[in-house]
């Protein structure tokens, strides 16, 4: 009979090891099977990366467009894996190995959070893998914000394991998991604090503790208020009425496939239905419900946007949907049928991923070709119109130019107090706030400043770039000009082209 129950436990570990392997490779297939991985931000937040590392490469001319801008900012994590991996791989497999880790280590960080949290649920954390590939949350280029995310499940597990059973181990890491997480993000920093505090008062945990979770959190008040004194940043705040605040949750089940997203949603309300329904009915962790409650609460009032920070409030319901698990307490087997209800989605959502980023690359292969038609170290205007506002991996597909040609591009993210990146360069820029809004161009500024512009679904645009200079490339929605100048300018760009070429 203890053979029996031995092997017993072997299998069911074997089944997990395999699940947990199989979960894996779903999630890493679409950044590791392609070429271009289909998120938006990424090639832009990748190249100020590359530059970063390269200023002083004697290959390229960066250093005399870009410079280094290291502070105590937040959001600084995703630059510092990014710079340190180009020591020993390239630009290219640093990315997917930063991507790889902000896709998996959600739901691991889940299972680990709800192991606290909500002993013997821990199943439920398969929820999270849909969070992990989510078109909002991560496949817009969120990576910090996922990344926080996962940091900040970790920083509860930790802190709940402390109210339990305090220990030097807890004692040292908290501080320490506290002050990377600021390093990450602010957003997953400050509700990890509201998080703490609204559970601390609801479990009447004791005024020491509570203190002691608050000093937790000055280091990294202190490293911001530092970081911010003196920014001339914008300060703008926008926010949303109350139908699009209610239509904004549903960006919690957003992928590339409005089909499967529908039946995400359907069969999600189903899920909770069902799990209500029979004679054992789910208990209430109320802990919890107090905590969703103050995050609902926060979300319902918190700005669109601030500055640069676009869509700011909708970044807050990742953490609403996985820490929302905690509040809930169903039977083991419910728990388990509800956890393969949530495999069963991912693999389907996962499944079209990957064949929507397999489909997307000879597009995309096209637009590259581009690039071979702009010499190296060239000052490029992209002009990418998305005023549709849906989906456009395109929108910054350009700034793999900046890794492949060096090219100078004012409109790389160097959002000041937010990336470690500066354009020292002083040219014309036609873009608002976070490449976010095309002003009226300056057709006489384009010509005077730049050797090139990339123009990408604007067809507004082609007379006027075809007055002041000489189409090189065109491949679909994308054309490329090449500005003319006088005989001089034209003969130095000739000379680069053919350096570039030698290469």
Request: with cysteine; glycine share 8%.
């Given at each position: 009979?203890?053979?029996?129950?031995?092997?017993?436990?072997?299998?069911?570990?074997?089944?997990?090891?395999a699940l947990m392997l199989a979960a894996a490779t779903a999630l890493l297939a679409p950044i590791w099977t392609v070429r271009y991985p289909l998120l938006i931000d990424y090639p832009n937040h990748l190249a100020s990366a590359f530059a970063l590392a390269h200023l002083n490469d004697p290959a390229f001319h960066l250093n005399q467009f870009y410079a280094a801008d290291w502070n105590t900012?937040?959001?600084?994590?995703?630059?510092?894996?990014?710079?340190?991996?180009?020591?020993?791989?390239s630009i290219d497999i640093a990315g997917r190995l930063l991507l790889s880790l902000s896709v998996v280590s959600v739901p691991a960080a889940a299972w680990f959070f709800l192991r606290r949290a909500n002993p013997g649920q821990e199943s439920l954390a398969a929820w999270s893998l849909l969070v992990s590939t989510n078109l909002f949350f991560f496949l817009y280029g969120f990576i910090n914000l996922?990344?926080?995310?996962?940091?900040?499940?970790?920083?509860?597990?930790?802190?709940?394991?402390?109210?339990?059973?305090?220990?030097?181990?807890?004692?040292?890491?908290?501080?320490?998991?506290?002050?990377?997480?600021?390093?990450?993000?602010?957003?997953?920093f400050g509700v990890a604090g509201l998080?703490?505090?609204?559970?601390?008062?609801?479990?009447?945990?004791?005024?020491?503790?509570?203190i002691f979770c608050w000093t937790l959190?000055?280091?990294?008040?202190?490293?911001?208020?530092?970081?911010?004194?003196?920014?001339?940043?914008?300060?703008?705040?926008?926010?949303?009425?109350?139908?699009?605040?209610?239509?904004?949750?549903?960006?919690?089940?957003?992928?590339?496939?409005?089909?499967?997203d529908f039946i995400t949603l359907l069969v999600a309300i189903a899920a909770v239905l069902w799990a209500r329904t029979g004679k054992l009915r789910p208990e209430w962790n109320r802990r919890w419900l107090w905590v969703i409650g103050g995050l609902f609460a926060l979300y319902c009032v918190f700005p669109a946007s601030y500055g640069a920070g676009m869509d700011a409030d909708r970044r807050l319901l990742p953490f609403l949907v996985i820490l929302g698990l905690a509040?809930?307490?169903?039977?083991?087997?419910?728990?388990?049928?509800?956890?393969?209800?949530?495999?069963?989605?991912?693999?389907?959502?996962?499944?079209?991923?990957e064949v929507q980023s397999l489909r997307a690359q000879p597009h995309l292969a096209s637009l590259a070709e581009s690039f071979r038609t702009i010499p190296q170290d060239a000052r490029v205007l992209p002009?990418?119109?998305?005023?549709?506002?849906?989906?456009?991996?395109?929108?910054?597909?350009?700034?793999y130019g900046v890794i492949d040609g060096g090219w100078f591009s004012p409109v790389l993210f160097h959002d000041p107090g937010v990336q470690p990146f500066a354009i020292k360069a002083k040219f014309y820029n036609p873009y608002g706030d976070a490449f976010a809004e095309l002003k009226p161009v300056d057709w006489g500024a384009v010509r005077q400043d730049y050797d090139y512009v990339w123009s990408f679904r604007s067809p507004q645009f082609s007379r006027q770039l075809a007055a002041i200079g000489t189409r090189t490339f065109e491949s679909g929605d994308l054309e490329v000009f090449r500005i003319t100048r006088d005989a001089s300018d034209l003969a130095d760009l000739g000379r680069k082209g053919a350096v570039r070429g030698s290469h």
């Open positions: 009979m203890q053979n029996e129950t031995v092997s017993q436990k072997a299998a069911g570990r074997g089944a997990r090891m900012y937040p959001y600084l994590t995703m630059d510092l894996i990014l710079v340190g991996l180009q020591r020993f791989v996922q990344l926080g995310l996962a940091l900040c499940l970790i920083l509860l597990g930790v802190w709940l394991r402390h109210l339990d059973r305090p220990s030097v181990f807890s004692w040292c890491a908290l501080p320490l998991l506290t002050i990377f997480l600021y390093f990450t993000h602010l957003m997953s998080v703490m505090t609204i559970y601390a008062l609801a479990a009447r945990i004791g005024r020491r503790q509570l959190f000055v280091p990294g008040a202190v490293l911001y208020l530092h970081a911010a004194w003196g920014l001339q940043a914008s300060r703008v705040l926008q926010f949303r009425g109350v139908a699009s605040k209610a239509t904004g949750l549903l960006v919690a089940v957003l992928s590339y496939s409005p089909s499967i509040a809930l307490r169903v039977a083991p087997g419910r728990a388990r049928a509800l956890a393969a209800v949530a495999a069963v989605l991912f693999v389907l959502r996962s499944a079209a991923l002009l990418v119109d998305w005023a549709d506002g849906g989906p456009l991996v395109e929108r910054h597909f350009w700034a």
